[in-house]
C-alpha cells in the first residue's frame, strides 16, 4: 500500500475506534437499571468538614454544657466586594453565618435561630389565623382543635455574633523560576523547567453583643494567609523527520473557603473560650499557646508558675546606678526575646500544618 493510500486508510479506521471508545462511555439513550446516560466519575467518600480547630470545639462542649449561654447569629457577610472576572459570582462564600453556626453547634453551645426565620413566622401568622391543628391532626370543618399561641414560648438570646469578612488580598507576594537547556543542534533535544508561588490572605471581623444591653462584649480580629503554587516540565526534541513535544505540570491552590471556615472556626474557639471562661491549659493545650501563629500583638507566653524572688525595695533617697541593677536589664532582655519570638510566630504561619497530623497542632493565644 502506498504512503497516500495508507494515510486515506488509516484515517477512517482511527476516527471509527475513537467512535466505539466514547460509546462505551456515553449512550444516547438511558440505561434502564440506573436511568443514566453515562456513570459520573470519581469515588471520593462524603466527609466531616474539618478545620485544625474543630476538635477543640468538641473539646469545650463539656465546659458549655454546664452553664447553657443562648447565642444567636446574625448576619455575617462579605464586605470584601470582589467577583469573578467573568461575573460569574462572588469570589469568597456568602455562607460565613453558617460556618459559625456549625462551630458553635461544635462547641455545644445553645442556638436560637435567628438568621431565616421566615418559615417560623409564616406558622405563627397561621396559628394566629387558627388554620394549623393541635399536634399535626387535621381539623374538621366548621370547626376543630388548633394550635394555641402562648406567651413566652420562644426562648431569647443571650448574646448574638455578627461581623464579616472584611478582606482578601490577592499576590501578597509572588515568586518564580524557570529554566530552558538542551543541545544547541537545531535537531538536538531541548527542555524546560518552573515553579511558582504566590500567597493571598482573607480577614474576619466578629463581635460579641450582648442581647439585652447590646453591650459589645468581645471583638476578634483573625487574618489568615493562603498559599498557591505552579509546577511545569517540558521536553521538546526532533526525531529525523518528525518532532515531539511533551509537557507535564501541576498546580494547587489553598481552598479559600476552607480558609474562611479556619478563620471563622479559630474565632469562634477564642470567642467561647472566653465567654465560659474555659482554663486555658484544657482544650487548648494541646495546640500550643505562645506560638500560636494567630496570636495577637498582646499576647505574651504563659507566665511561669516557678516562685520569684520579691522585688527589692528602693528608697527615694537611694540611688542606684546603671551597673547595680542586673534586675531591670535582665527584664528588658526579657522583654525583648519575647518580642523577636512573637515577631517569629507570626512570620511562619504554615509551621504547625504538616501531612502526617490533620490537626497540624495549629497554635492558640495564651490569653484564652
Do not use: W
Request: glycine fraction near 10%; aromatic fraction near 6%; include cysteine.
Amino acid at each position: 500500500m502506498t504512503l497516500r493510500g495508507r494515510k486515506y486508510f488509516t484515517r477512517p479506521v482511527a476516527i471509527a475506534l475513537a467512535a466505539v471508545t466514547l460509546t462505551g462511555c456515553i449512550t444516547p439513550s438511558a440505561d434502564n437499571t440506573t436511568g443514566r446516560y453515562t456513570a459520573p466519575i470519581g469515588d471520593a467518600p462524603v466527609i466531616s468538614n474539618e478545620t485544625p480547630y474543630s476538635a477543640s470545639l468538641r473539646c469545650l462542649a463539656g465546659y458549655t454544657a454546664t452553664r447553657p449561654t443562648r447565642i444567636a447569629v446574625g448576619q455575617i457577610a462579605d464586605y470584601t466586594g470582589k467577583t469573578e472576572a467573568d461575573n460569574g459570582g462572588r469570589k469568597l462564600t456568602q455562607g460565613a453565618a453558617l460556618m459559625a453556626m456549625s462551630a458553635l453547634a461544635k462547641a455545644g453551645v445553645p442556638l436560637v435561630e435567628r438568621f431565616d426565620t421566615s418559615v417560623a413566622e409564616m406558622e405563627l401568622k397561621y396559628a394566629n389565623n387558627k388554620l394549623i391543628s393541635a399536634d399535626g391532626l387535621r381539623g374538621s370543618v366548621g370547626g376543630g382543635d388548633y394550635r394555641k399561641i402562648y406567651a413566652g414560648s420562644i426562648p431569647g438570646s443571650d448574646y448574638y455574633l455578627v461581623g464579616g469578612i472584611t478582606e482578601l488580598n490577592f499576590n501578597i507576594r509572588s515568586m518564580g523560576a524557570n529554566a530552558d537547556g538542551g543541545e544547541t543542534a537545531t535537531d538536538g533535544i531541548k527542555a524546560t523547567a518552573g515553579v511558582n508561588l504566590y500567597v493571598m490572605n482573607v480577614g474576619l471581623d466578629l463581635r460579641l453583643v450582648d442581647t439585652n444591653t447590646l453591650e459589645v462584649v468581645d471583638v476578634i480580629s483573625y487574618q489568615k494567609q493562603i498559599i498557591g503554587r505552579q509546577l511545569s516540565a517540558g521536553v521538546f526534541d526532533f526525531l529525523g523527520q518528525h518532532f515531539f513535544d511533551a509537557s507535564i505540570g501541576e498546580s494547587a491552590l489553598e481552598p479559600i473557603q476552607l480558609a474562611v471556615r479556619s478563620v471563622i472556626e479559630r474565632a469562634t474557639l477564642e470567642i467561647v473560650s472566653r465567654l465560659y471562661k474555659v482554663p486555658p491549659t484544657v482544650c487548648t493545650a494541646r495546640l500550643g499557646t505562645a506560638d500560636d501563629p494567630l496570636a495577637g500583638p498582646g499576647d505574651r507566653p504563659p507566665v511561669s508558675t516557678e516562685a520569684k524572688a520579691p522585688p527589692a525595695k528602693i528608697t527615694p533617697a537611694t540611688t542606684v546606678s546603671s551597673t547595680a541593677s542586673p534586675a531591670g536589664a535582665d527584664k528588658r532582655a526579657s522583654s525583648t526575646t519575647e518580642e523577636k519570638t512573637h515577631v517569629a510566630a507570626i512570620q511562619n504561619p504554615y509551621r504547625y500544618y504538616s501531612n502526617d497530623d490533620p490537626d497540624g497542632q495549629p497554635g492558640l493565644r495564651g490569653g484564652l
